[in-house]
């Protein structure tokens, strides 16, 4: 049985997003601002994945990638790999980021995120 888009919206926007790793940057003089952040999961087909971020609110500007991530000794890494990934929508709101996520892939696969905050 499918499910519709309302009740896989409202499961996924319950489930626990892993928390960011943030680093803060500032532009050279001229007041422009913006935090880059990165967050890490794992999930496939079309779902909404929540970071919290204390720097935004719902009039932020936010700029977003995805990229497949790979493991080896070393940890983990972008890789190319064979599924498409892509971030459809990006939904600021006080204190998170909700991203649609589109991963092309039978089962999950791990992901990062890459984004920036103005």
Same mark, same amino acid.
């Given at each position: 049985? !499918? ?11 319950? +489930? ?5 790793? *943030? @680093?803060?940057?500032?532009?050279? #003089? =001229?007041?422009?601002?913006? +935090? #880059? ?8 087909? @079309? ?16 700029? *977003? &990638?995805?990229?497949?991530? =790979?493991?080896? &000794? !070393? ?7 064979? +599924?498409?990934? @892509?971030? $459809? ?5 006080? =204190? ?9 892939? +039978? $089962?999950?696969? $791990?992901?990062?995120?890459?984004? @920036?905050? $103005?």
């Amino acid at each position: 049985m !499918s499910k519709t888009f309302e009740e896989a919206a409202a499961e996924a926007m319950t +489930a626990t997003a892993e928390p960011a790793t *943030a @680093q803060e940057r500032t532009a050279p #003089a =001229g007041g422009f601002t913006h +935090a #880059a952040r990165v967050v890490t999961g794992s999930t496939h087909g @079309q779902t909404w994945f929540r970071s919290n971020d204390s720097t935004v609110n719902r009039d932020s500007v936010v700029v *977003a &990638s995805i990229t497949e991530l =790979g493991f080896d &000794s !070393s940890g983990a890494f972008p890789m190319r790999g064979f +599924a498409r990934m @892509q971030v $459809s929508n990006v939904v600021p709101g006080p =204190g998170f980021v909700d991203f649609w996520l589109n991963i092309d892939w +039978a $089962s999950n696969l $791990s992901f990062r995120i890459n984004y @920036q905050v $103005s």
